[in-house]
């Protein structure tokens, strides 16, 4: 054994579970992304709060059209803007972006416990399990309103998804490969 990769099997050991872990490696990256992608186009991780004005976003193809430069998250927003959306998120499952954010992060988790198990070590299989919801945590606290009611300034927003993101991206790029994959 390497010194890059300490806890790996050597070739022809476990090669079903290696396959496994390497698989379930790939779709947790395709999954996290879709979370990603798929939040930040909804305007966050907002799968079961209501759509109100104060929350535009790109889902459903909204756009917001307002008469004066009070602020949307104020009382009586909607008289004063005009929402316009294509209507195709109402007929279509697949355009909920929503449902694309739980099933990513949902599939991420999973993705990741499937890796840790195929691996059979203890402390960087939790922490495989434990990133993806750390960034799920992030993102919550991120989004409008997500942590109870709170709006925070979209430069603060911008800078906790980013550290999000670079979370993941350094446990999957670096230390999940030299722990976790074979």
Known sequence: MSDETPNVPP???????????RAAGLVGD????????????????NWWSPRYPGSVSFSDSIRVYCMDTSPLGSE??????????SGFGA????????????????VAVLAAAVQSWATGLLVPG???????LIGYV?????????????????????VIIFVAVVLREMWARRFRTRYLQA
């Open 11 to 21: 070739p022809g050991d476990n090669t079903r579970r290696r396959q496994i872990a």
């Open 30 to 45: 395709l999954a996290w992304w879709l979370f990603v992608v798929s939040s930040l186009i909804a305007g966050g991780v």
């Open 76 to 85: 009586n927003a909607e008289s004063r803007c005009l929402f316009n959306t």
């Open 91 to 106: 007929d279509n499952l697949f355009a909920d972006l929503a449902l694309c954010s739980i099933v990513g992060i949902v």
């Open 126 to 132: 939790v922490l495989n399990v434990a990133v993806p």
């Open 138 to 158: 992030l993102f919550l606290a991120a989004t409008p309103g997500g942590f109870g009611g709170q709006w925070m300034r979209p430069v603060v927003a911008l």
